[in-house]
């Protein structure tokens, strides 16, 4: 993502014009656009006309226009965004209050008015998109023999890129030439697809993770393959794989694989890795019931108020679902509290991707979580129970339609 121009005043009113440049700007850009908020982007839009005759034509056009959202709907399988809502300033195509649906693209400028202005998380979701090092990528190929899930993890989500399914025979007395010409099949479409994937020319980690040795035996496939054909650019990743242990080939079991000692030690500067031993650290202090581990926003509100998520290892944790709250009210609660631990008592805030492993296992608190830098007991009792929190944990709905079945 690259800013473009920025007029931001000092009540937080004002503009940015933005750029995407990866299909990854678009989940920031789904995180920063709320309903309400003025977006000015390209259209195509069309436009009926009426002769004198009576008789009408329907022709598309380009232009430009401005919209006030009431919502925007994100693919995450092709990083694909749509943002609906009334147009708010008048053009010679179009009328104020008439709906259009933007499609907001790479490679084209848009730019965002917010509605309650741009606050502090809404400043640095464009600080994080804008920043090269937080978009670093790892693939990964969770698989068994048949199966395999090639994904791609960035710095803000975990992507099912392409899942390959080839019918392997079983090995039998006699019939061991069909499982291994299966296996060979298998193999290959993997490396096919994983080659369509990776662009050759970076050097990047790639995780190959199976139960048993399929993931070692995919791997000596792929540099005897890379041998036999002379392909120096396949060769030169040779450095790049790391061979793991998974329960199964599914992509579930990426989440084990990713807390493996061996991965975090390739992707300990990865914003993955760092928020992985976070949330290691909280669930460790969980267990110990030691009063230095809290979760729910009642609960991490009252110890931010004590001082407790301060300097000296304390952590605020809170998925980045919390800020998508439809209530601005809601959404300036969650800011007031990122404000307060960061600005204020000096501790460390991280804002947790829901579309990453770690992320999910936030949301399956609340989506809110701290790690104290002093014990505190009972922070969960002398009041009756909160409303539920308005938060939508629930990732964008998308029909898988990248499957591979031989």
Request: net charge negative; hydrophobic share 35%.
């Amino acid at each position: 993502m690259r800013l473009i121009k920025q007029n931001i005043e000092r009540d937080g009113s004002g503009t940015m014009t933005l750029f995407p440049e990866e299909p990854e700007d678009m989940w920031f850009t789904y995180n920063l656009i709320r309903p309400n908020d003025l977006l000015r982007a390209s259209a195509l839009r069309r436009i009926t006309t009426e002769s004198s005759t009576g008789s009408t034509s329907s022709t598309r056009i380009h232009t430009n226009l401005t919209i006030r959202v009431s919502k925007s709907d994100f693919d995450p399988q092709s990083s694909q965004l749509h943002v609906s809502g009334r147009i708010a300033e008048e053009t010679k195509f179009t009328k104020v209050g008439q709906y259009h649906t933007l499609d907001l693209e790479l490679q084209r400028n848009f730019t965002l008015e917010k509605s309650e202005g741009w606050d502090s998380v809404a400043r640095q979701v464009v600080k994080d998109a804008c920043d090269p090092s937080k978009s670093a990528d790892v693939w990964a190929v969770v698989m068994q023999e048949g199966l395999a899930n090639v994904a791609v993890l960035t710095g803000a989500r975990t992507v099912l890129r392409q899942r390959v399914e080839v019918a392997v025979p079983r090995k039998r007395n006699g019939r061991a030439g069909d499982h291994d010409k299966g296996l060979e099949r298998f193999f290959q479409t993997t490396l096919d697809t994983l080659v369509r994937q990776i662009d050759m020319t970076e050097s990047k980690p790639i995780l190959l993770a199976s139960p048993g040795f399929t993931a070692a035996a995919f791997q000596k496939y792929i540099l005897d393959s890379a041998t036999r054909a002379g392909d120096k650019a396949l060769l030169a990743q040779k450095a790049n794989f790391i061979v793991v242990h998974s329960s199964s080939g599914h992509l579930h079991s990426l989440n084990e694989v990713l807390q493996s000692p061996e991965v975090l030690v390739r992707l300990k500067d990865t914003k993955y890795a760092r928020e992985t031993r976070l949330m290691d650290e909280f669930l460790t202090l969980l267990r110990k019931d030691d009063g230095r581990a809290w979760y729910g926003p009642r609960e991490v509100e009252r110890a931010a108020e004590k001082g407790a998520i301060g300097k000296g290892g304390g952590a605020l944790l809170i998925s980045d679902a919390l800020f998508r709250a439809q209530n601005v009210g809601v959404r300036r609660r969650w800011v007031e509290l990122v404000d307060r631990v960061r600005d204020v008592e000096g501790g460390e805030v991280r804002v947790l991707s829901s579309e990453h492993e770690s992320g999910k296992r936030l949301d399956g608190l609340g989506g809110i979580a701290a790690i104290l830098t002093f014990p505190l007991e009972d922070l969960d009792e002398g009041e009756e129970d909160e409303a539920d929190v308005d938060v939508d944990v629930t990732a964008p709905e998308h029909v898988d339609s990248n499957d591979i079945r031989l």
